[in-house]
């Protein structure tokens, strides 16, 4: 495999929408997300009423990689090989003693499923991006409120959490302003969305322009893709894109066969009649990556059309255009920016005259590092009787570098480069390190060199 990537040599180029084109100012966003689900859970579900209140320190349990074991209620850190890092029931933090009781230093009981990237299953549920984590935050309050009130050996409130989630983000939610989310952000879209710099601009111009196909593949339905493109990208945002794609209900898109999910036609953002193939650009919604493979081939003139992808959600982006499919995929990770606090500052992710520009622009977002959960990449396992600790890498992380060819903090870092450049990648025989780009976060760089002495 080689070991360098470009653009250049990718005939397509495909694009996640929320958090990877469009991206948010996440501390609001999160507070909207969480108060929409807060809100039906006590009102329709019958919750505690304190679910609705929340103080600033609880926004640090917020952790991208966390799992929720739904039965236990109780949220775990993985390693790289399973085992259990660290662990919460609820939000109350697992001491090292109640970890080796519970979990023992054995491959936690769903790992292998989950490590196959199986979806959703109705033991566990694994938190992987931005939207999903202020839900993390619900979950584990109410698994304290509940213990409160009846400590007990299960718990089956996930049935409730789905409910508030479809009751908040289904198909019609947006037209008939349903939930908090849509008619929040309808009437304030510049409080959550961040609008595009005019380098990423100008990059997917340069990239139209020299001949590249691009794709728009989002899950969000087509109403609430126009507005998030209009005010990110601008009203003419559709000439950028060969083909939209929403409502693609990912990652079934890149791994459920065209029988179960043909593409649609839409006609004033309803969904039409399905369509038997895929014969011309154009907006659709639903639809499969192997109907869309076929029609690449017949623009591109091309047997096998090669195409990156760029996403933030590693099970429902980066996994399966990798795993399903074989293209190259660029992660969206914002834990890069700077590798502890994200707090705005002038760091080298940015390259030539503009470095640091996007950054210092931003509003503070969520932090990568947790005083709860610790960094993202790696963390510290105690030897027996508590001497010798090892550092050891996280199940995230090993993801990160076993199913994307590149991984970045935003578009923006890239967006100034050549479009013939030429990044290293992630390969099975180059350091883990190797394909962040501007560079690897510290906290791993360090732990490489921890396990090098």
Not at 185 to 193: D, F, G, H, L, S
């Amino acid at each position: 495999m080689a070991v360098s990537f470009s653009l250049a040599d990718c005939e397509v180029i495909g694009f996640d929408l929320d958090h990877t084109l469009c991206r948010y100012n996440l501390v609001e966003t999160a507070r909207l997300i969480y108060e929409s689900f807060a809100q039906y859970i006590v009102k329709e579900r019958g919750y505690d009423k304190d679910l609705l209140d929340v103080s600033p320190e609880s926004w640090d349990f917020c952790f991208k990689g966390l799992v929720l074991d739904m039965e236990e209620g109780n949220f775990l850190k993985l390693a790289a090989d399973g085992t259990v890092l660290r662990a919460s029931h609820g939000t109350k933090q697992m001491t090292s003693e109640e970890i080796l009781e519970k979990y023992g230093r054995k491959e936690w009981k769903h790992f292998n499923t989950m490590s196959g990237m199986v979806s959703r299953s109705a033991k566990y549920y694994a938190y992987d991006n931005y939207f999903d984590l202020p839900g993390a935050l619900v979950c584990a309050r109410i698994v304290d409120s509940v213990s409160k009130h009846s400590p007990r050996q299960k718990y089956d409130f996930w049935k409730d959490m789905v409910a508030a989630i479809q009751h908040n983000y289904k198909t019609s939610a947006f037209k008939d302003n349903c939930g908090m989310y849509f008619p929040e952000v309808k009437r304030n879209p510049e409080k959550y969305i961040q609008c595009c710099p005019e380098s990423v601009k100008k990059w997917l111009r340069r990239l139209k322009d020299s001949g590249k196909i691009l794709l728009l593949i989002t899950s969000s339905h087509s109403d609430y893709c126009r507005l998030l493109c209009e005010h990110t990208l601008g009203n003419d945002f559709a000439d950028l894109f060969d083909i939209v794609i929403t409502n693609a209900l990912k990652p079934g898109f890149f791994s459920q066969p065209p029988s179960q999910r043909p593409f649609r036609t839409l006609e004033h953002d309803e969904e039409q009649e399905s369509l038997p193939v895929l014969d011309k650009p154009g907006w659709y919604s639903q639809g499969n990556s192997i109907q869309l493979y076929e029609l690449l081939k017949k623009m591109t003139g091309k047997l096998e059309p090669k195409v990156v992808y760029f996403g933030d959600s590693m099970h429902s982006d980066i996994f399966s255009a990798h795993h399903y499919n074989n293209w190259e995929t660029v992660l969206i990770l914002e834990e890069l920016q700077e590798d502890g606090v994200m707090v705005p500052t002038e760091v080298e992710s940015e390259p030539l005259e503009k470095k640091g520009k996007y950054e210092r622009h931003q509003p503070k977002p969520l932090p990568s590092v947790s005083k709860q959960w610790g960094s993202f990449f790696v963390d510290t396992i105690s030897g027996k009787g508590h001497t010798d600790a090892s550092l050891v890498n996280t199940w995230s992380c090993k993801c990160v570098s076993a199913y994307s060819t590149i991984t970045i903090p935003s578009i923006e870092a890239i967006a100034d480069l050549p479009l013939d450049y030429r990044f290293t990648r992630f390969s099975s025989n180059s350091s883990i390190t190797a394909g962040y780009y501007p560079k690897p976060p510290k906290s791993l760089l360090s732990s490489e060199m921890f396990m090098q002495l």
